[in-house]
């Protein structure tokens, strides 16, 4: 009888610590994300190199998608957003800073040029989340952020975000067990803020050109056209635009279509989402009236301990 109360223990006290095991990776999944609208260069940025995001660009759907999709990314035609001389000629001129962005991206400082050189000049057309990395007494903090819809970044030949281009800041992609509905956010949300439109970009196939849905520079809108620029370059080498209707949206038809057949180029409306509204979707958060939420500021600041 001894024996089989000593078992009936040893049986409960594992089928406990496999519970606490699995609420523990459960938790683990709650991340604070730190919002970084257009414009904004946030805190412990590496530098300030002045680059040129586009406002008021409409963050297309959320979700997965890779890196090699057309018209996944925008631009403008014989221009960029961003400077890689600057960005490595500031990394020459700082060795800690360089030595930090370096060890992020998993490479010898000797290698910046040749790497930075290799990347390609973007705008982000969704809300897109990463693994974001700045500076601070002497090394890289890393915390996960959502980059708004229109910020300037260096991709890959993957379409894989490397580099925010104002502030230089080295990008990876979001840790796996980061759970989108679940996470807080933290920072000023901007207008058309949803966590339904939370982005993940994946590693596609390299690619020699990507296809870049044509933005208007002045009100950060698509005009209907896109265009190749070759990976590794700034659009100097750009090809002419083509009228195109947006690459970065199959055609479907709309659901309140009686025709299957009819199909429109342009996205269908979407429905109103209760993102805005506190008193709706319980996942969602309020806007930007204080809340008293601790894990929601006005402002937005990395956490070192994420």
């Known amino acids: 009888m001894y024996a089989s109360r000593r078992g009936l223990l040893v049986t409960l006290a594992a089928l406990l610590a496999l519970t606490l095991a699995v609420a523990s990776c459960s938790a683990a999944t709650v991340r604070t994300v730190t919002l970084v609208a257009a414009g904004v260069l946030g805190d412990d940025a590496f530098f ?24 996944l990314y925008g631009g403008t035609t014989r221009s960029t957003q961003c400077s890689k001389k600057k960005l490595i000629k500031f990394l020459k001129n700082n060795p800690d800073k360089a030595a930090a962005w370096a060890e992020v991206l998993d490479m ?32 890289s903090t890393a915390f996960h952020a959502l980059l708004q819809a229109g910020i300037a970044v260096l991709v890959d030949s993957t379409g894989t975000p490397v580099v925010k281009c104002d502030c230089g800041n080295p990008l990876l992609p979001p840790d796996g ?16 803020f949803s966590r339904k439109k939370v982005a993940v970009i994946e590693e596609g196939d390299e690619q020699p050109a990507i296809k870049l849905a044509q933005l208007d520079p002045a009100t950060g809108q698509e005009t209907g056209e896109a265009f190749d620029r070759p990976t590794g370059t700034e659009g100097e080498q750009d090809s002419a635009p083509t009228p195109t209707p947006d690459p970065d949206r199959t055609p479907t038809p709309c659901p309140t279509s009686t025709d299957p057949q009819v199909t429109t180029l342009s996205p269908c409306p979407e429905p109103s989402e209760p993102t805005d509204d506190p008193t709706g979707d319980p996942t969602s958060d309020p806007t930007d009236a204080p809340t008293g939420d601790p894990e929601i500021s006005d402002s937005p600041s990395p956490d070192p301990t994420t």
């Open 108 to 139: 010898d400082v000797a290698e910046i040029p040749g790497r930075v050189g290799k990347l390609t000049s973007v705008v982000l057309r969704r809300d897109v989340l990463v693994k974001n990395h700045g500076y601070r007494e002497g090394g």
């Open 48 to 71: 300030d190199i002045g680059a040129d995001n586009l406002m008021n660009v409409i963050a297309g759907a959320g979700g997965a998608v890779a890196g090699d999709r057309a018209g």
């Open 177 to 192: 067990d980061v759970d989108i509905d679940r996470a807080k956010y933290k920072g000023k949300k901007w207008k058309h």
